[in-house]
């Protein structure tokens, strides 16, 4: 099994800039990605961005990059999420996500709030 832990969120300003953190313990020898998801209220869930474990390859969705940076530390079995220039329609739960063997893993989720 693996647990992921979030921490980070909080309420900031526009224009301003979180840094989240998704904690991993666990078989964290077993993962191959992490990913961070977000909801919004009303609306689906949807892919932020996400990290390889081992090599560091990255994803973003479009509308994130050059405001959001994806990074880990391998020996903190951590995965970041530092985000800039913040937005109000970024306002969401922050989650981070990782599939083993067909098992997905989940966090509890981190509120971020954007203030205009």
């Known amino acids: 099994q693996v647990q992921l832990v979030e921490s980070g969120g909080g309420l900031v300003q526009a224009g301003g800039s979180l840094r989240l953190s998704c904690a991993a313990s666990?078989?964290?020898?077993?993962?191959?990605?992490v990913g961070w998801f977000r909801q919004a209220p009303g609306k689906e869930r949807e892919s932020v961005a996400s990290i390889t474990w081992s090599g560091g390859n990255t994803y973003y969705k479009d509308s994130m990059k050059g405001r959001f940076t994806i990074s880990r530390d391998n020996a903190k079995n951590t995965v970041y999420l530092q985000m800039n220039s913040l937005k109000p329609e970024d306002t969401a739960v922050y989650s981070c996500?990782?599939?083993?063997?067909?098992?997905?893993?989940w966090g509890q989720g981190t509120q971020v709030t954007v203030s205009s």
């Open positions: 996500h990782t599939e083993v063997m067909g098992v997905h893993y």
């Open positions: 666990g078989r964290v020898f077993s993962i191959y990605a």
